[in-house]
């Protein structure tokens, strides 16, 4: 069935570094779209990244455009996030999912990143 | 960025009722909205996409309707396992965007 699972969440200062990977499996992985969405209690479901299956289309949203990097790597079925330049309003659990056409059809269970002195 | 509003913060209703939930963006999406619903602890789950299609293994007391500006998230006759908190979602344009949410409880 289809599996995705994140990790690398964690504590990490303001103004600091984290990279999330997501592991996919269960289904033919360069069929879809990837995407990242966050959600927190301040800011709901936000979906900030997404990028396509053959990586010619990446797109971000306002509030990490310059900050967040999309990723993946179709041999090793996996997606990544690189989070630079952290803020205290980047905390949330941050979810991977799978979709075509803006439709999210698999999610993992999420990785928690805090954003804290 | 289109804003999504869901009319009800919390609708309290029994198992065997009906529960009709609204979502209305700030602009028209045509028909390219979807539902997801969210237990604790737990990830969204596809529910509903473009307007009125039910995702795989959804069950037929789920139905959607709307397009436009205004949506409804219909379950016919509520299980005990319906009860937790739906979200509408837009893709007609970037950034796709989540309603607030919708909590369904006993």
Redesign the interface.
């Known amino acids: 069935q289809v599996q995705l699972v994140e990790s690398g969440g964690g504590l990490v200062k303001p103004e600091g570094s984290l990279r999330l990977s997501c592991a996919a499996s269960g289904f033919s992985f360069t069929d879809y779209y990837m995407s990242w969405i966050r959600q927190s209690p301040q800011r ?4 900030i990244a997404y990028i396509s299956a053959k990586n010619s289309y990446i ?1 971000y ?2 509030s990490v455009k310059g900050r967040f990097t999309i990723s993946r790597d179709n041999a090793k079925n996996s997606v990544y996030l690189q989070m630079t330049r952290l803020r205290v309003e980047d905390t949330a659990v941050y ?1 991977c ?1 799978r979709g075509r ?5 698999s ?4 990785t928690l990143v805090t954003v804290s002195s | 960025e289109i804003v999504l509003t869901q009319s009800s913060a919390t609708l309290s209703l029994s198992p065997g009722e009906r529960a009709t939930l609204s979502c209305r963006a700030s602009q028209s999406v045509s028909n390219f909205l979807a539902w997801y619903q969210q237990k604790p602890g737990q990830a969204p789950r596809l529910i509903i996409f473009d307007a009125s299609n039910r995702a795989t293994g959804m069950p037929a007391r789920f139905s959607g309707s709307g397009s436009g500006t205004d949506f409804t998230l219909t379950i016919s006759s509520l299980e005990p396992e319906d009860f937790a908190v739906y979200y509408c979602q837009q893709r007609q344009t970037w950034p796709y965007t989540f309603g607030q949410g919708t909590k369904l409880e006993i």
């Open positions: 709901g479901l936000e979906w797109d949203a306002d979810y999912a056409a803006g439709v999210l059809n999610w993992g269970q999420g």
